[in-house]
């Protein structure tokens, strides 16, 4: 025998709009451009280097935290105002604000021991593991 089943317009709707809205939105603000530092992340023996392109910012206004395994990376990126008599401004694709971006590693990092350094509009960062606390043997007296 065949199954009659009844057609309802409102209920049968949510699969009109399945997945319709599966795919994350991106928000693209006319005149706010969408800045992200962009970075690599490499481990050699006991040692995470990160490579973190951070162009236009100067060196004293970028922050390097480190608590544990996770890390920070922020910048400020300050406007210049360099306006001339009779002259306007037609476009202006330059970006300026504060930047930020953190991630985690998988093992602690020693904060006393990172190295920072910053030429050419890149950050490198050297983090370091924390060296496991080694036991010592106790003699009993």
Do not use: C, W
């Not at 694709?93 to 509009?121: C, H, T």
């Amino acid at each position: 025998m065949a199954n009659i089943t009844r057609f309802d317009p409102f209920n049968d709707m949510d699969d009109l709009f399945k997945g319709l809205f599966v795919r994350p939105l991106r928000l693209d603000v006319p005149g706010i451009p969408q800045v992200q530092i962009k970075m690599d992340v490499t481990r050699k023996d006991d040692t995470y280097s990160v490579k973190a392109e951070m162009p236009g910012v100067s060196k004293d206004d970028i922050h390097v935290s480190v608590e544990g395994n996770e890390v920070t990376i922020s910048g400020e990126i300050k406007r210049e105002k360099e306006e001339k008599k009779g002259e306007e401004v037609v476009r202006s694709e330059r970006y300026y604000g504060k930047v930020s971006r953190g991630f985690s590693l998988p093992q602690e990092i020693d904060a006393g021991k990172v190295d920072a350094k910053y030429a050419d509009g890149v950050l490198n960062l050297t983090l370091p593991l924390k060296s496991k606390a080694s036991g010592q043997r106790v003699t009993v007296k």
